[in-house]
């Protein structure tokens, strides 16, 4: 790595690689509540949503739909409860792949119901992309800020967390329990998520929620059809790989299991690295893995078992100005 590689430089590189796939890169301060050009609706930073391109999505996209069901769609995005973190996700990445459930009233009185579509998957670029470094949450008496946060609509979908390339100490298995801590200590930042992304700029690994260490895995090709090469870094190949707008959709939509493993317990698995890109693995290997049934089981790159009545407290592309900033 080059001499004097630090963290700050590796969140550089990182969203000069987001921005070139094409997300609009913020700094998370300037997003802040009541500033010009802030974003956040909540002074305290309690807030993970950002409502208004939730909100101007939803309207978006369904074009069809009166105010009050579009209205209904959004409420329901913000909150669902859930006896756990996992069980709160897999409700929410339903409502993010099937749309969510809605009623309104007709004009004659009558009750009617639809589908409100919260992400444009046959259409990537008809979605809102952003990146945000440094996103600060505050849950209880807990205050976290996050390197960068991916939000796709609105919605946070991505967690990335760095570690100092300098720092010998601070390697990629610290970035995972990092994540690991703030999945207890700001869980609500993860209740969307679909994707977690651990480096130390020179390893990189991605993992789903709550998943222990040993199911982070390297992502290995950029293109979906050959490995990338050594020269490529990890952190490039797992997002320009994974985070391409189309293959993250096809991720989020098809290749995100959760499974009933009876008793009340929850695993949840992400697909491995594809051989080719994700949409011809969908054409040439059958359906969706999520509704796929393999003769035998295979091995997702990140699984978590939530046991019954485990809850979370007991410790369980559009345009924009890009500025860095390093941490303080």
């Known amino acids: ?46 807030d993970t949503i950002l409502q208004n391109r939730l909100h101007r999505a939803l309207t978006r996209l369904n074009p069809g739909l009166p105010t009050a069901a579009v209205f209904d769609a959004y409420r329901k995005l913000l909150r669902v409860e859930a006896p756990n973190l996992l069980a709160r996700n897999r409700a929410l990445h339903r409502m993010v792949v099937d749309g969510v459930n809605v009623e309104y009233t007709r004009s004659d009185g009558s009750i009617a119901g639809a589908q409100a579509q919260v992400i444009d998957f046959e259409r990537p670029e008809q979605n809102d992309w952003l990146a ?46 990092q994540l690991e801590n703030y999945q207890t200590l700001i869980p609500a930042l993860f209740s969307h998520n679909a994707a977690l992304i651990a480096s ?42 994974a985070f391409q707008p189309r293959r993250f959709l096809d991720l989020v939509r098809h290749f995100i299991v959760f499974e009933d493993l009876g008793g009340g317990a929850l695993a949840k698995k992400i697909a491995g ?18 509704r796929w049934k393999p003769r035998r089981r295979p091995a997702p790159i990140s699984r978590v078992i939530t046991p019954a009545g485990n809850r979370e407290t007991s410790g369980s592309a559009s345009s924009g100005t890009r500025r860095v900033r390093a941490r303080a």
Not at 33 to 39: A, H, R, S, V
Not at 139 to 152: L, T, Y
Not at 217 to 234: C, L, M, Q, V
């Open 1 to 46: 790595m080059p001499a004097g590689f630090i963290e700050s430089d590796a969140e550089e590189a990182a969203l000069g690689w987001l921005e070139t796939l094409g997300y609009t890169v913020r700094h998370g301060p300037e997003i802040a509540y009541n500033i010009d050009g802030g974003e956040r609706t909540d002074p305290g930073y309690h």
């Open 273 to 290: 690295y594809p051989t080719r890109s994700m949409s011809q693995s969908r054409r040439h290997c059958g359906p969706p893995i999520s």
């Open 200 to 241: 130390d700029g020179v390893q990189a690994r991605i993992g789903a929620l709550g998943a222990g260490k040993e199911w982070f895995k390297p992502w290995r090709t950029i293109s979906g059809h050959d490995n990338a090469g050594p020269s490529f870094p990890e952190l490039q190949v797992v997002l320009s790989g």
């Open 132 to 177: 945000v470094n440094q996103f600060t949450v505050v849950e209880g008496q807990q205050s976290r800020r996050a390197d960068i946060v991916i939000f796709v609509n609105g919605l946070p979908l991505g967690v990335i967390e760095l570690k100092n390339p300098a720092d010998e100490d601070a390697t990629v298995w610290k970035a995972i329990e």
